[in-house]
């Protein structure tokens, strides 16, 4: 378990760095309080929920994304599921997803709803094949 957190901090704090390179101030919330990361830049507000996995496929307990969205309303930011899926990080809206009544199933179809990381800080618009026909 202790590897597991490893992992997910490591994460937190990758993504921490990037955002920070890119102007956001940036707070850690350091262990499982809703949220991971709080980001701002400019009057914009983002909040992410981090998961990391090298599996296939895993699941995401519903009620960490109940608070991820319910903490983004109260503080008035946008809030993402930050994922580092065998080894490619990806942002989703987390009203984009669909439960399978107590978790999030989090595969390779995800990918049909994940935006890159310029996309979310407003830099850069992903291409999708919706956007080609």
């Not at 993504?15 to 990361?37: C, P, Q, T, Y």
């Not at 009203?95 to 989090?106: A, D, H, Q, R, W």
């Not at 179809?109 to 080609?132: M, N, P, S, W």
Request: with cysteine.
């Amino acid at each position: 378990m202790r590897h597991k957190y490893r992992k997910g901090s490591s994460f937190e704090r990758e993504l921490k760095r990037l955002l920070e390179k890119e102007g956001f101030a940036v707070i850690r919330s350091a262990g499982s309080k809703g949220v991971d990361l709080i980001a701002g830049r400019k009057g914009e507000v983002l909040i992410f929920e981090c998961k990391t996995s090298s599996k296939t496929k895993f699941y995401i307990n519903k009620e960490d994304i109940e608070k991820l969205i319910s903490f983004s309303e109260i503080f008035g930011g946008k809030p993402y599921l930050a994922i580092k899926f065998n080894g490619e990080m990806l942002f989703i809206n987390p009203f984009l997803l669909s439960t399978n009544g107590k978790n999030y199933v989090i595969d390779e179809r995800i990918k049909a709803i994940a935006i890159d990381f310029y996309e979310v800080i407003g830099r850069g618009k992903q291409l999708k094949i919706d956007d080609l026909i």
